[in-house]
């Protein structure tokens, strides 16, 4: 069984930064895709970024720009570092870790941007 817990979210002002750390239970590289999705209420969960085993990464194009994904694989975490938030950037934000045939989700990390 992975377990992915998610850290890192809360409130910031428009224009502030965050940065989100999901710690896995296990290597990293285990995962051939891990990644950042975000639901806001009312809405369907929708991906904000993903980085493959080989480092590729790849970005919803509302966060192109403002979010970075990463890794440390000594510490078995990935980030996500949102600069420039927006109001409407806020969602709760769940990391996602794939390996065939199965994925799994962390319990999510409220993010609100208002003023």
């Known amino acids: 069984q992975v377990q992915l817990v998610e850290s890192g979210g809360g409130l910031v002002q428009p224009g502030g930064s965050l940065r989100l750390s999901c710690l896995a239970s296990r290597s990293i590289f285990t995962f051939y895709v891990m990644g950042w999705y975000r639901q806001a209420p009312g809405s369907q969960r929708d991906l904000v970024a993903i980085?493959?085993?080989?480092?590729?990464?790849n970005y919803a194009d509302s966060v192109k720009g403002r979010f970075t994904i990463s890794r440390d694989a000594a510490k078995n975490t990935v980030y996500l570092q949102m600069d420039s938030l927006k109001p409407e950037d806020t969602a709760v934000y769940y990391c996602?870790?794939?390996?065939?045939?199965?994925?799994?989700w962390g319990q999510g990390t409220q993010v609100t941007v208002s003023s």
């Open positions: 980085i493959g085993s080989g480092g590729t990464t």
């Open positions: 996602n870790a794939k390996v065939a045939p199965s994925q799994y």
